[in-house]
């Protein structure tokens, strides 16, 4: 079919367009972008310099990638948004470049980001993860790969959401989020408990669900000082590649960051 773009749509001279690519009315593409064989962008796009997007994208009306970042320490340093395969970009949805903290704002592979998402500058988003609508991030956050998160959250700057985890809607996510859990909550955002129905549909056995349980037993029940229940986990649970996960993301820093607790009348 070969690539087709719409006459009235605005391509930089420079910019780098894959094969078969589509690109829709009114839209703007700066310079220094290149796009992935296959990608099809809609309408009243803009896709800024600094952009990279992978092959087989959606990108829908409105969407607006690889702008400034919202950030006063911003001074036009060169930096980078890099989007993988087969993501897909919903309406309005705004992505934000790095700054010099790190260079880059990540959008893994096999994305699904719906309507209106904002993620912030520096912002490291994992694949198969889907973020619902109107969900906002501040800079610097991490989601790690098949995580889900509820329709108009907001996330803090610098929280971490593990693997697998699910943050529910209208949450206020302050806290980082372990992996295998589901977290929700506006005026007090904690933990409630494993996300069951996302481990059982990828598949997760009842021996690794299992093992999940006992060591956030440990860490949320036991009344321990998180570094003493990270020992006791390594000392009484099964070394699965699970609990070592658990073990990583708690340990990373940890006595810098703060976790999602049991909620506690």
Known sequence: M?????PTAIVGEEAEIGQEVTIGPYTVIEDDVVIGDKT???PHVQI???ARIGSECRVFAGAALSTVPQDLKFEGEKTYLHVGDRTVIREYVTLNRGTKASGKTVVGSDNLIMAYVHAGHDCIIGNHVIIANSVQFGGHCEVEDYAFVGGLTGVHQFVRIGRYAMVGGISRASLD????VMASGHESFRFEGLNMVGLKRRGFSSEQINGIRQA?????QSGLLLDNA???????CERTPEVDEIIHFFGNDS???KYIRPFKS
């Open 2 to 6: 070969g690539t087709r773009i719409h």
């Open 40 to 42: 099809q962008i809609g």
């Open 48 to 50: 800024a310099d600094g």
């Open 177 to 180: 989020v372990p992996p295998y």
């Open 216 to 220: 956030y037993r440990i860490i949320f």
């Open 230 to 236: 990270l020992e006791k986990v390594e000392q009484e």
């Open 255 to 257: 006595a810098k960051r």
